[in-house]
């Protein structure tokens, strides 16, 4: 059974920066993407940051220039700096991992980001 488990949110003050981890267990297949996204309340999720297994990275608009996400594939785990942050950054992030030859997906539970203005 695949796991994600994230951690490195919490409460930060604007212009601050925070560091998102997430790590997958229990993978057999290889994993073709990870990526982060988030959802605000009364708001859809949307995708933040993504990377692919040949390191292929892609970033939402609203982002660039301020968050980097990289990947250890041995550790079959993702991480999302963040700087600059905005109080618009407040949301709940989600882990995603994308495996196998089906791209099943697997979402993590969340943590808390919350950027105080």
């Known amino acids: 059974q695949v796991q994600l488990v994230e951690s ?7 212009g601050g ?5 997430c790590a997958a267990s229990g993978v057999i297949f290889e994993i073709n993407a990870m990526g982060w996204y988030r959802q605000a309340p009364g708001k859809e999720r949307e995708l ?3 990377i692919t297994s040949t390191g292929t990275t892609n970033y939402a608009n609203s982002v660039k220039g301020r968050f980097t996400i990289s990947r250890d ?3 079959n785990a993702v991480y999302l700096q963040m700087n600059s942050l905005k ?3 407040t949301a709940l992030y989600y882990c995603n991992a994308r495996i196998g030859v089906y791209h099943n ?3 993590g539970q969340g943590t808390q980001v919350t950027v105080s203005s």
């Open 87 to 89: 109080p618009e950054d």
């Open 73 to 75: 594939r041995v550790k």
């Open 17 to 21: 920066s925070l560091r998102l981890s």
């Open 48 to 50: 933040v940051a993504f």
């Open 8 to 14: 490195g949110g919490g409460l930060v003050q604007a």
């Open 105 to 107: 997906d697997f979402w």
